[in-house]
């Protein structure tokens, strides 16, 4: 795992000597990897200085970015988010590179981007969702264990926007939409086939005439599925896996699970974990959603947590369920509220949580079935 708190230089060397994330931020803009250079620290007019740009064999401008470390102030990022505006303003007005003054422009293509790594939502007071941005900007997230790479969409930041005002505070930025892990996976691995194939189908055609077909808990709910992979950065169109995500399609269903967990998930679900083995009396944890979620609150001077204790506590209900039904780490009777403790996730190493995953996790029946029908479904398609 890098450094949480990794220097901007730091930030910056990684970005440039890493092909994979250079690939990666790539094909987010669905640019041509062979014909496409990075090129570090270029300064412009009035001593303006990107960290990068991106230009094609052509010398056609395609990129202007500007990377910030995790743990900056709001005025260090109100910097950041300024020079994009420049970068706008050179695009727009065809200002070349000082060193590299036969750049051209392309009105079609005007790409400005701030990049930052995963954990800066959760080591900044900012609200990254506050903040105006240039009409064309982008702004990519590197995951700091994978190197993934992506985009922070319109959309979460329009979420994230409703956080930290007056009682309301973000712990991650990732999170799962009423569905349970493994029917991600299922969801995934649908779509990989489609992509491998190369078949197109319409989300609301492959749900209806495909997925629906497969027994799951939510069968009808499968739109959720999509949303929380697009969340994660998976998927680049409603049918479409990013490709820096596509080796995912390799992974069976617990060290899916536990990938969800490690890279993406733990903050909640450490969090309802600490709550219950600290209520814990004699192997058995008595404690109702609205409880959960209330000490929960008192552990965050009464604030609220976006995605799991607002909205009525409806997120801790969805995160007990993936945690009994995906990893298997606690196991309740529906609507009771006596639980019990099977293994803490954070105290395993992977090798060990994925064995535990797989004795616990009540995902074994349905991924079975699912294997079982997936040739068939795929001849139907064929």
């Excluded at 570090?40 to 052509?58: A, L």
């Excluded at 010398?59 to 005025?75: N, S, Y």
């Excluded at 950041?80 to 070349?96: C, M, S, T």
Aim: aromatic letters at 12%; a positive charge.
């Amino acid at each position: 795992m890098q450094d949480e708190k990794i220097q901007e230089k730091q930030f910056q060397d990684l970005i440039f000597k890493d092909k994979n994330i250079k690939e990666n931020i790539l094909n987010l803009l669905n640019l041509d990897i062979e014909k496409c250079k990075f090129e570090k620290e270029v300064e412009f007019i009035n001593g303006i200085t990107s960290d990068f740009i991106i230009y094609d064999d052509e010398k056609e401008m395609k990129a202007i970015i500007e990377c910030k470390r995790a743990d900056i102030g709001v005025t260090e990022y109100v910097r950041g988010v300024g020079q994009l505006f420049q970068y706008e303003y050179f695009q727009d007005k065809n200002i070349p590179p000082k060193k590299i003054y036969n750049i051209k422009y392309n009105k079609n293509i005007n790409n400005n981007i701030l990049i930052v790594p995963s954990t800066f939502i959760k080591n900044t007071n900012l609200n990254i969702g506050r903040f105006r941005y240039p009409e064309n900007s982008k702004i990519f997230e590197i995951h700091i264990n994978s190197n993934r790479v992506r985009e922070i969409t319109e959309e979460e930041l329009l979420r994230l926007s409703k956080a930290n005002e007056s009682n309301l505070i973000t712990i991650s930025q990732y999170y799962v939409r009423d569905n349970r892990l493994f029917e991600c996976y299922i969801a995934f691995q649908m779509v990989a086939l489609l992509n491998q194939f190369n078949l197109e189908y319409q989300r609301n055609k492959l749900e209806e005439e495909i997925l629906r077909k497969i027994p799951v808990i939510n069968n009808n709910n499968w739109r959720n599925a999509f949303i929380t992979l697009s969340s994660l950065g998976f998927l680049k169109s409603k049918v479409k896996i990013v490709d820096s995500f596509y080796n995912l399609f390799k992974l069976d269903v617990y060290s899916y699970i536990n990938l969800l967990y490690k890279d993406y998930l733990y903050p909640f679900i450490d969090l309802i974990m600490e709550v219950l083995k600290e209520n814990e009396k004699d192997g058995i944890i008595n404690l109702k959603n609205n409880e959960i979620g209330e000490i929960i609150r008192q552990k965050y001077k009464n604030k609220d947590i976006l995605f799991l204790t607002d909205s009525n506590n409806r997120y801790i209900s969805s995160w007990l369920n993936i945690m009994r039904d995906d990893l298997g780490c606690i196991d309740f009777d529906s609507r009771k509220s006596i639980r019990k403790i099977n293994f803490i996730p954070k105290e395993l190493n992977e090798n060990e949580r994925i064995n535990k995953i797989k004795i616990f996790s009540k995902s074994r029946e349905y991924i079975e079935n699912f294997n079982e029908i997936k040739k068939g479904i795929i001849k139907g398609i064929l």
